[in-house]
C-alpha cells in the first residue's frame, strides 16, 4: 500500500545551523519525490525534487537526499533563517500504480530561533 | 506566486448549502488537482481533470463534483454540506498528466461550515 509519514512531526533549530528533515515512504514503485513548504496561510510550494535514479540534489540552500535502499528521503537546509520556518510535506508520485496523483506525508513543522 | 489562482480566499457558509470554488491554472498547465486539506487528514487527493477531461479520482465524496472548462480553469462544487466539509481546499496544476513532474498550488479557499 501507499505509505508517506514524516519521523518527526515538529523540529527547532537555531538561525543559521542546518535543519535536516526526514521522511519514510513504502512504495518501492515511487519513482519521483518532492518536498513543499506551507507557510501559515498559503499553499505548497515546490522546493525541490528529485527522481529515482538519482541519490542527491541541490538547489539554493537546499538539498534532498534519497535512500531507495531503505526507502528514506530525506530534505537538508543549510543555514536555516527565520523565512525558513514553515511545515514541510514530503510527497511521491511517478510510474507506480498510482501514477495520477501525488501522495503526501503529515508534514514537519520547522520553527527557526533567531 | 505560483500563478495558480484561487477564488474565493475565505467562504463561509451553513449546514445543506452549496458552493462552487474557482481555479485558474498556470499558464500552459494541462493538469488540475483539487486537494483537501484539514488538520487530521493532512493533504488529500480529491480529483484531476487534464485537458477538459477528468483523469483520476481520490478521496472525494458523492456530494462534491468538479469540472474543467475548455479555457482550462476549473470549478469543485461542493452540496448539502456538512459540518465535517470545513477544511482548505486547495487547486494544483501540472503540465501533463502524471504524478511524475511538480504540482503548483493555489493560496487555497477556506471553507467554513456553521
Known amino acids: 500500500g501507499e505509505n508517506v509519514g514524516l519521523h518527526l512531526p515538529t523540529l527547532s533549530v537555531q538561525e543559521g545551523d542546518n535543519s535536516i528533515i526526514n521522511c519514510a515512504y513504502s512504495?518501492?514503485?515511487?519513482?519521483?519525490f518532492i518536498w513543499y513548504k506551507q507557510e501559515s496561510g498559503k499553499g505548497p510550494q515546490f522546493i525541490i525534487d528529485?527522481?529515482?535514479?538519482?541519490d542527491k540534489r541541490q538547489g539554493q540552500r537546499v538539498t534532498v537526499l534519497l535512500n531507495k535502499t531503505v526507502k528514506h528521503l530525506s530534505l537538508q537546509i543549510a543555514a536555516t533563517q527565520p523565512g525558513d520556518s514553515a511545515v514541510y510535506f514530503c510527497?511521491?508520485?511517478?510510474?507506480?500504480?498510482?501514477?495520477?496523483?501525488?501522495?503526501f506525508g503529515k508534514g514537519t513543522l520547522l520553527t527557526v530561533n533567531p | 506566486d505560483s500563478g495558480v489562482t484561487q477564488t474565493p480566499k475565505h467562504l463561509i457558509t451553513a449546514t445543506g448549502q452549496r458552493v462552487t470554488l474557482r481555479c485558474s491554472p498556470r499558464?500552459?498547465?494541462?493538469?488540475v488537482y483539487w486537494y483537501q486539506q484539514s488538520l487530521d487528514q493532512g493533504l488529500q487527493f480529491l480529483i484531476q481533470?487534464?485537458?477538459?477531461?477528468?483523469?483520476a479520482k481520490g478521496n472525494i465524496l458523492e456530494r462534491f463534483s468538479a469540472q474543467q472548462f475548455p479555457d482550462l480553469h476549473s470549478e469543485l462544487n461542493l452540496s448539502s454540506l456538512e459540518l465535517g466539509d470545513s477544511a482548505l481546499y486547495f487547486c494544483a496544476s501540472s503540465v501533463g498528466p502524471n504524478s511524475n513532474q511538480p504540482q503548483h498550488f493555489g493560496d487555497g479557499t477556506r471553507l467554513s461550515i456553521l
Open positions: 510527497a511521491e508520485g511517478g510510474s507506480g500504480g498510482s501514477n495520477y496523483k501525488l501522495t
Open positions: 528529485i527522481r529515482s535514479n538519482m
Open positions: 512504495n518501492s514503485a515511487s519513482d519521483y
Open positions: 481533470y487534464y485537458n477538459g477531461e477528468e483523469r
Open positions: 499558464s500552459g498547465d494541462l493538469s
